[in-house]
């Protein structure tokens, strides 16, 4: 039944009537609406393949096979013989019909409200909240073909306003001259209304309520005053009848929330220290006490003697993951028996509930192992509640990953390009979160796919890496060829289910690109200081793709003071990144070969060799004129740079000169394609305090005859680098 406004309705206008144990037949108002045809279900709201139970009178249940699904992000309303009534959470709720014996339903015409309650009569308002609706429509959905019987509250009487409906039982509140409520039962037969005044309700100024029902009773909370003494009065529809009394404790504006069942009531009774269930037996003066956890407003229903417990949580809303507040999962879904307190959980959760014909319950709600959908709760032939699916969602209860889109490799061209990454989930409404980890390095980047929870109808999420390293969100610099994780998080946004990880690995490969020390394609420069201090810094293209821009600064290590002279010359170790030659100021040449560890870039040095040539720089430039092998650039003592291009058998052919004037440079490298084009490029480094240490970008021509274009400064370097040399 619906929790009212007693206080409101209370001081309404209008006339007062005395209370008079009267019986009239009324002729229903006239005009019909024309039927609403049953409709095939839907995705999303109806499917098929599943076991449903199906109430087959009001006394007995049997189960058999149907094809029932119960609506996406929807509440149960009410439960009848032949289907039930659910309300889905939107903006503008639909309110749909669902048959148990097929599946089909039918879409209530809009209206400003609609209710049902324990068969498969519904009721359509004229007013956006069902109490205070007027003019009303009596559907039997068991026969949607038939016209719906209106029914004009204005033609009983001024001061009679709508508080429910059983079966075809309308509870009417009408107006005392005392002030106060007297409850009507108005029912509904062959196009003609009956009205009864229940007796034996408590003498004095009552506020009424209708707070529980079964099929058979209803029970009305009744206050004398808004402090003063609060009860229960069960009321037996067949006679009009008060048939059992209760008197509350505690404070009586905290106790609307109550339960009944054909033997028992229950009720809260409160106060600031604690919350209580007294449930009281049919007929006798025995009470039982039960503690309830929680707060007012919980699911709280009877079954029998049990009393079941949940926490509504609607499945419209998560309860907040954002900025790393994890949602607080509802209670579970228990029943305890007020005579033995023993506790039985039926579901992981449950957001609403109703009862059913036959004395049962049916619960929105779910379990990690049959999942999302709707239940009957009922007594087993031990005398202990169970659950059983009746229409599920097809939405599981916990997040699982159902598959995923993750190239196994990822080629240097396409993480330019940005790569595309998905995963597809058993529910939506989760927040996902994805970790990408270097496995070599332990790089690490974690990044939401979805903050805000997302909806049930959504099941993939997916991101696109722009291939950048995994510092921040804002890195420039590309990623790091090799082995890399990925982990996926979600975490229901209402809390219930455990939390997903699920995980796999993808790997990046590239050709090994000259003057490349972390192995992310792009070239790096090493600069020694006055202290012997070696720095990585690492480079990639500009926008305009003319010249360089830094993309990072690493510190290698001390102690680089003891050689005169180094030089980058490719990959002559066998590894896949490019290795250093570095001479001592005795002569001897030394092998230090590249690890692809940006930290640590090179392995333990190896001798390989004495003596020198003429020239004072040499740089290894690539392949400059398109033969087997790559090409050196010299520079003798007077500045000239020399072309040697290689014959592919370890010799080269005569020298050819570039130009002059190199000797304002301090170093000259060969950094292999730094722009991108395809080209092999020089940088050209100057140090000292005057002129200001800055380098300049020579990009590659293509033609070996003249391979370089115009200098172009740039500002590559760190300022705070005072460099002697650099490779």
């Not at 033609?155 to 409850?183: K, N, Q």
């Not at 190239?407 to 790569?419: N, R």
């Not at 946004?493 to 590239?510: K, M, S, W």
């Amino acid at each position: 039944m619906n929790h009212t406004r007693a206080q409101e309705h209370k001081h309404r206008p209008g006339r007062r009537l005395t209370a008079l144990a009267v019986t009239a037949v009324l002729a229903a108002t006239g005009g019909t609406l024309a039927a609403v045809p049953a409709t095939a279900a839907t995705s999303g709201s109806n499917g098929t393949g599943t076991t449903a139970t199906v109430p087959a009178n009001a006394a007995d249940a049997a189960p058999q096979e149907a094809t029932v699904r119960f609506p996406l992000s929807a509440e149960i309303v009410s439960a009848g013989i032949t289907g039930f009534l659910s309300r889905s959470n939107a903006t503008t709720p639909e309110y749909r019909w669902t048959r148990y014996a097929d599946g089909t339903s039918t879409v209530l015409p809009a209206a400003a409200s609609v209710t049902g309650g324990v068969s498969d009569i519904v009721v359509t308002g004229d007013a956006a909240e069902i109490d205070d609706s007027r003019f009303l429509k009596v559907h039997d959905m068991a026969t949607p073909s038939a016209a719906p019987v209106e029914v004009d509250l204005a033609g009983l009487g001024a001061d009679y306003w709508f508080r429910g409906a059983i079966g075809s039982t309308l509870i009417v509140m009408v107006d005392t001259e005392e002030g106060g409520w007297l409850p009507h039962l108005v029912t509904v037969e062959g196009g003609s209304l009956t009205d009864r005044v229940v007796s034996g309700m408590p003498s004095g100024v009552c506020d009424l309520n209708a707070t529980a029902h079964t099929a058979h009773t209803v029970l009305f909370d009744c206050g004398l005053g808004y402090n003063e003494v609060r009860g229960k009065a069960v009321v037996d529809l067949a006679t009009a009848a008060v048939v059992s009394q209760h008197v509350q404790a505690g404070e009586p504006w905290r106790m609307l929330e109550s339960a009944v069942s054909d033997t028992h009531t229950a009720w809260h009774e409160a106060n600031d220290a604690d919350r209580i269930i007294q449930v009281a037996r049919r007929g006798t003066a025995e009470r039982k006490q039960i503690k309830a956890p929680g707060y007012f407003g919980d699911d709280f229903r009877l079954l029998g003697d049990w009393v079941t417990l949940g926490e509504p949580r609607s499945t419209e809303y998560g309860n907040g993951v954002y900025a790393g507040v994890a949602p607080t999962p509802p209670r579970p879904f228990v029943a305890e028996s007020a005579e033995t307190g023993e506790t039985v959980q039926l579901l992981t959760h449950a957001s609403s509930s109703a009862p059913a014909p036959d004395g049962s319950l049916m619960v929105r709600g779910g379990t990690t192992a049959m999942g999302e959908g709707l239940y009957r709760v009922a007594l087993g032939a031990n005398g202990k509640p169970a659950a059983t699916m009746v229409a599920p969602t097809g939405q599981a209860t916990a997040v699982t990953l159902l598959g995923s889109n993750v190239p196994a490799v990822i080629t240097g061209e396409q993480l330019t390009k940005g790569v595309d990454m998905s995963w597809d989930l058993s529910r939506g409404d989760a927040y996902v979160w994805a970790t990408l980890v270097h496995v070599r390095t332990g790089q690490k980047l974690q990044w939401p796919l979805v903050r805000e929870g997302g909806t049930p109808a959504r099941r993939t999420v997916g991101m696109h890496w722009n291939g950048k390293e995994l510092t921040s969100l804002d890195s420039t610099g590309p990623a790091l060829n090799g082995e890399y994780t990925w982990e996926i998080n979600a975490l229901p946004d209402d809390g219930i289910g455990p939390e997903l990880r699920a995980t796999g690995r993808f790997t990046v490969t590239r050709p090994v690109a000259p003057h490349d020390y972390n192995e992310n394609g792009t070239p790096d420069v090493l600069v020694r200081d006055a202290g012997g201090r070696l720095v990585r810094v690492g480079m990639q293209p500009s926008a305009a793709g003319d010249s360089l821009i830094r993309s990072g600064v690493s510190n290698v290590g001390p102690g680089w003071q003891v050689y005169d002279r180094m030089e980058s010359v490719g990959n002559v170790a066998g590894t896949s990144v490019s290795d250093a030659i570095a001479r001592d100021r005795s002569g001897v040449l030394w092998l230090y070969s590249g690890t692809g560890n940006a930290n640590a870039p090179f392995s333990a040095r190896k001798r390989i060799g004495g003596g020198w040539g003429i020239y004072n720089e040499i740089t290894a430039v690539g392949n400059l004129a398109g033969a087997a092998a790559g090409d050196l650039a010299a520079r003798d003592k007077d500045g000239v740079l020399w072309l040697y291009l290689g014959k592919g058998d370890g010799t080269f052919a005569s020298r050819t000169k570039i130009g002059a004037g190199w000797s304002t440079y301090t170093d000259i490298i060969g950094i292999g394609d730094g722009n991108g084009d395809g080209r092999s490029d020089l940088l050209a480094l100057k140090r000292g305090a005057s002129p200001k240490p800055g380098s300049y970008f020579y990009a590659g021509t293509g033609d070996w005859r003249a391979p370089f274009k115009g200098a172009k400064g740039n500002d590559v370097l760190p300022a705070d680098l005072s460099y002697e040399t650099g490779f």
